[in-house]
Every structure is written in C-alpha cells, then in structure tokens.
C-alpha cells in the first residue's frame, strides 16, 4: 500500500479519498485551498488528484498556508 503525506493511502490511478482527508485536524483549511477544483467522483466516493494533494501538502509545510491565503 503506497502513502503520501500525512499518512494518507494512494488509491488507484494516484487518487486519495477526500474522506481520508476529513479526517486530518486541518481538512477546513485544505477545503479552502480546494474551492473551484475538480474532484473526480467514482462510485460515489470524491477523491482528490494526487498532485493536488501534494503540491497542497509541500506549501502548507513550508509556508503554514494554501495557494489562497
């Protein structure tokens, strides 16, 4: 099973589950950074696109922001 930041499973097709993120005591502020990207959904389930995930996870360590703030 491949991680990434924060722990987080890397499903297939280099997805994370949005739900996986809810949990993390920062996800409101990861879903401000989020507003107006897309998500695909697959069976019901919204994933975020790994390099979305990521580019987010490298800012937030290095600056203690998002690309809005």
Not at 10 to 30: A, G, Q, R, S, T
Not at 31 to 44: H, L, T, V
Request: aromatic share 18%; glycine share 4%.
């Amino acid at each position: 099973m491949l991680k990434t930041y924060f722990g987080l499973q890397i499903y297939e097709n280099n997805l994370v589950k949005l739900d996986d993120i809810k949990e993390l005591p920062f996800y409101k502020f990861f879903d401000e950074s989020m507003k107006g990207s897309a998500c695909p959904m697959i069976n019901d389930i919204v994933y975020i696109h790994l390099t979305d995930w990521q580019e987010f996870s490298k800012y937030f360590i290095k600056t203690g922001k998002h690309r809005y703030s």
